[in-house]
Nanobody, 125 residues
Framework: VQLQASGGGLVQAGGSLKLSCAAS????????MAWFRQAPGKERAFVSA????????SYADSVKGRFTISRDNDKKTVALQMNSLKPEDTATYYC???????????????????WGKGTQVTVSS
């Protein structure tokens, strides 16, 4: 599946942004979807994931309660609503897909099948 993330930008601390990831391909519902992020000088880290049907979601502890992941299988999109943003949320955010119909937990980046190009999120203090 091919992925295209969008929605990044510059926002003040405490603000909100909504990232979107558009997928192309016929098997979108066969994939669990996830968001990762990578700050300068750091490894790419798991942020959130959602199962193929949306019934299972997972979040990194650092974003739990502030971020919400969702998906629309008809539109082949995945969204990440980010609220109460902090300067430490500044990173390039990547959308990724893994072919599975299992429930999701914290997903290692090395098992993801497909990646989109990143979208930059900058949170100013």
């Amino acid at each position: 599946v091919q992925l295209q993330a969008s929605g990044g930008g510059l926002v003040q601390a405490g603000g909100s942004l909504k990232l979107s990831c558009a997928a192309s391909g016929r098997s979108f519902i066969s994939y669990a979807m996830a968001w990762f992020r990578q700050a300068p000088g750091k490894e790419r880290a798991f942020v959130s994931a959602i199962s193929w049907g949306g019934g299972s979601t997972s979040y990194a502890d650092s974003v739990k309660g502030r971020f919400t992941i969702s998906r629309d299988n008809d539109k082949k999109t995945v969204a990440l609503q980010m609220n109460s943003l902090k300067p430490e949320d500044t990173a390039t955010y990547y959308c990724a897909a893994v072919r599975t119909r299992a429930n999701v937990g914290i997903i290692p980046r090395n098992i993801m099948d497909d990646w989109g190009k990143g979208t930059q999120v900058t949170v100013s203090s």
